[in-house]
């Protein structure tokens, strides 16, 4: 399943551009989301939000800065870290002066490898399981490397799912998820999944969590969800 990989939307009018840097990502295991004007943009972030959006900022239409405002104006969307592209050094001045609220800014002609490294530099923070970090809370650690799970430095047998379950919970401890939220993180907005199967799944993940013991870290939350701590 894809949804381990995250989610990159690349917006960029041209074509050679953003075939290179679409190739990149997805070489470098990302699922990549193209869009060639602000329009589009808007339109597929409604869709599904990615993990990240690389936006170019001349674009017919709308323009990245346009889009890059209107996403940090919403608390839906404004999480979602923004790299901005750029063809000259000045311009780029002038966007940060702006104050789109992008969260990084590239000028073009651009180095692929140091942008790679920017797009995972905002991952790290936003979503570190995506990019093979290892999460901790309290006795609890998720390699997302290996895609080992430890309690009590005891390894823990765990499914896919409940992996990926688990690695949602521990990138924001005491957030309470609802079962559409976990839905879409989880298995995606694509497959239709009844919300009484998360239920399921976290009944797994919690008899794993405890599989030697120790206390049920997982909270159910009335009419809201779920938690972790
Ligand atoms: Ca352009």
Not at 25 to 43: I, P, R
Not at 106 to 125: D, N
Not at 141 to 161: I, Q, S
């Amino acid at each position: 399943m894809s949804v381990d990989r995250p989610r990159v939307l690349v917006v960029e009018d041209e074509a050679p551009q953003r075939e290179v840097l679409s190739y990149n990502l997805e070489a470098e295991g990302f699922e990549v989301v193209k869009a060639v004007t602000g329009d589009d943009a808007l339109l597929l972030v409604e869709e599904g939000l990615p993990d990240i959006i690389v936006l170019d900022w001349m674009l017919p239409g709308v323009s990245g800065i346009e889009v890059c405002r209107q996403l940090k104006s919403r608390t839906d969307t404004r999480n979602v870290p923004i790299i901005m592209l750029s063809a000259r050094a000045e311009e780029i001045d002038k966007v940060r002066g702006l104050e789109t609220g992008a969260d990084d800014y590239v000028v073009k002609p651009y180095s692929v490898v140091e942008l790679m490294a920017r797009v995972r530099t905002q991952l790290r923070r936003t979503r570190p399981s995506t990019v093979g970090m290892r999460l901790e809370y309290e006795d609890i650690v998720l390699d997302a490397e290996t895609h080992k799970v430890y309690r009590n430095d005891k390894p823990l047998k765990l499914g896919p799912t409940e992996f990926r379950l688990l690695s949602t919970f521990m990138e924001k401890p005491g957030r309470v998820w609802s079962r559409e939220q976990l839905l879409d993180r989880v298995w995606g907005r694509d497959i239709y999944v009844d919300t009484r199967t998360v239920d399921v799944h976290i009944g797994r993940l919690r008899k794993a969590l405890c599989q030697h013991g120790g206390g049920d870290p997982v909270r159910t939350v009335r009419g809201a969800g779920y938690a972790l701590g």
